[in-house]
């Protein structure tokens, strides 16, 4: 059985690293209005839409994994 500590720092780290993913996603939105320009803004929209649900997906597994 996994002890309670490793399980809050893997949890603590699947949180870091889903944040890690929407700092990405900020990224993505900064670079937005240049492909709204050239006319790829669906391929940035859907970029964003999976680093959003990935990001969202890792963080409340962690911090589920960190509560129990």
Not at 38 to 50: E, R
Not at 51 to 67: D, E, N, Q, T, Y
């Amino acid at each position: 059985m996994v002890d309670a500590e490793e399980k809050r720092e893997t949890g603590g780290s699947l949180m870091f690293i889903g944040l890690a993913i929407w700092v990405a996603a900020l990224l993505v939105v900064f670079f937005l209005p240049a492909a709204v320009r050239i006319g790829y803004q669906g391929s940035f929209t859907k970029i964003l839409a999976v680093l959003g649900v990935l990001g969202a997906a890792l963080m409340s597994f962690g911090w589920w994994m960190r509560r129990e």
